[in-house]
């Protein structure tokens, strides 16, 4: 990550927030919280969009940061075989827009950052795609290694 500070300055609002400290309280994968993974992709997604010459690194971050901003354990006997998969992206779009005000570009690509799993909604900006492809990588590693 060429520019540190900007990430910083972009990421501040939400990772100081209160609502978002509550995703600490949330496994995402292994023994890795929801925080720890959202902030993961969003550094991934920064950097990419840096590589790429994204101009619009405002919403990649704070689309990244909350990807995953559900509020709920999805790892509980009714969650775990509910439709989270498909579901949690609508989930977290619509409280990043009640929470962070967040645009509709940011709440699209909040919507899409599952494809392909969510086959029908594919990301409709190159920062959509920077996020999947982070959100991918990210689990990955998270998945095999658990940290």
Same mark, same amino acid.
């Given at each position: 990550m060429k520019d540190a500070k900007l990430f910083d300055e972009l990421s501040k609002e939400i990772l100081e927030s209160g609502i978002f400290s509550q995703s600490r309280e949330f496994i995402q994968h292994g023994r890795i919280s929801v925080y720890t993974h959202s902030l993961e992709v969003a550094r991934m997604s920064f950097s990419l969009a840096e590589f790429f010459? #994204? !101009?619009d690194k405002r919403s990649v971050v704070r689309s990244a940061l909350l990807h995953d901003f559900f509020l709920y354990d999805?790892?509980? !006997?009714e969650k775990m075989w509910s439709l989270h998969g498909w579901t949690h992206p609508v989930t977290a779009a619509e409280n990043a827009k009640k929470y962070f005000n967040a645009s509709e570009k940011e709440w699209s690509l909040i919507r899409t950052h599952m494809w392909?799993? /969510?086959l029908l909604h594919p990301p409709? =900006?190159?920062e959509g795609w920077i996020i999947c492809l982070s959100d991918k990588i990210v689990s990955l590693l998270e /998945? #095999? =290694?658990k940290r």
């Open positions: 010459g #994204i !101009p999805w790892h509980v !006997p392909p799993y /969510t409709c =900006f190159k /998945t #095999i =290694f």
